[in-house]
């Protein structure tokens, strides 16, 4: 996914946002696909901007004006990855300490364990909550926040 998306352009941060937030909206917004890569670079080069203008409808075409979920859901998706971040901190130290320890098993030629860094269920309903808090807060109505956090807590569950 993210193709088209120029990554010169973006960290790996930036990068990682963008391919939760293109996964959880091909349950929120299929149709936005197409113009993604385009939309993600405009929101990464302003993120203000681009939220200013989701929350306004804007022409496609042909008359059409559509409201973009985009924005949002990559806003939503770096407040989705703060949360992640944070949750896995104290397991990043705890596993650094087992790297540790694997690397003196090694010595004594004894398996090492490797750490599982996966979110516990109430991490991933905390994330979940993040992000609806996060969508209600830029406008989305409850349906559509419903949806999304439900999206981005399936886009980590599937990205391990």
Same mark, same amino acid.
């Given at each position: 996914?993210?193709?088209?998306?120029?990554?010169?352009?973006?960290?790996?941060?930036?990068?990682?946002?963008?391919?939760?937030?293109?996964?959880?909206?091909?349950?929120?917004?299929?149709?936005?696909?197409?113009?993604?890569?385009?939309?993600?670079?405009?929101?990464?080069?302003?993120?203000?901007?681009?939220?200013? %203008?989701?929350?306004?409808?804007? +022409?496609?075409?042909? *008359? $059409?004006?559509? #409201?973009?979920?985009?924005?949002? @859901?990559? &806003?939503?998706?770096?407040?989705?990855?703060?949360?992640?971040?944070?949750?896995?901190?104290?397991?990043?130290?705890?596993?650094?300490?087992?790297?540790?320890?694997?690397?003196?098993?090694?010595?004594?030629?004894?398996?090492?364990?490797?750490?599982?860094?996966?979110?516990?269920?109430?991490?991933?309903?905390?994330?979940? %909550?993040?992000?609806?808090?996060? +969508?209600?807060?830029? *406008? $989305?109505?409850? #349906?559509?926040?419903?949806?999304? @956090?439900? &999206?981005?807590?399936?886009?980590?569950?599937?990205?391990?």
């Amino acid at each position: 996914m993210c193709e088209g998306l120029d990554t010169s352009a973006v960290d790996d941060d930036s990068a990682l946002i963008a391919e939760l937030a293109q996964v959880a909206l091909v349950s929120v917004a299929p149709d936005e696909l197409m113009i993604f890569d385009e939309t993600a670079e405009e929101y990464f080069t302003d993120p203000e901007a681009a939220l200013t %203008a989701s929350g306004r409808d804007a +022409a496609v075409g042909f *008359g $059409l004006e559509l #409201a973009m979920i985009t924005p949002i @859901a990559l &806003s939503v998706g770096s407040a989705v990855m703060q949360a992640v971040v944070g949750h896995l901190a104290g397991r990043a130290l705890d596993a650094g300490q087992t790297g540790l320890a694997a690397l003196a098993r090694r010595v004594f030629k004894r398996p090492a364990q490797q750490p599982d860094l996966t979110l516990t269920t109430a991490q991933a309903q905390q994330v979940r %909550a993040t992000a609806f808090e996060r +969508a209600r807060a830029l *406008g $989305l109505p409850d #349906a559509q926040a419903h949806l999304l @956090a439900d &999206s981005f807590v399936g886009a980590i569950a599937t990205a391990g």
